[in-house]
């Protein structure tokens, strides 16, 4: 192997290892600013004046005049087979 080749090949490795972190920096910064944006959205303060989730109430939110009906059929036809004893 040509002792230039092996040398441009050498500075070209060190390069590279010295410019990845500033090109990773700019990327993991974007993406903090992403995380940043998106917990701000589901987030909340609480009694205390420290940040928290913001979760859904344990109830339905209705007006008076709301009605629900819930209801389910079962429709059951039970048989007895291949169960004669020997």
Known sequence: MNPNKLKMG????????????I????????????LENQMSQIGTK?????YGANMAA???KTQEQE????GE???WHARI???SPC
């Open 10 to 21: 050498l500075v070209a490795i060190f390069l590279f290892l010295i410019t990845l972190p």
């Open 23 to 34: 090109f990773t920096e700019v990327n993991i910064e974007s993406r903090v600013l992403q």
């Open 46 to 50: 609480n009694a205390m004046q420290t």
């Open 58 to 60: 344990d109830r339905l």
């Open 67 to 70: 009605w629900f009906v819930f």
């Open 73 to 75: 059929a079962l429709y």
């Open 81 to 83: 087979s291949g169960s």
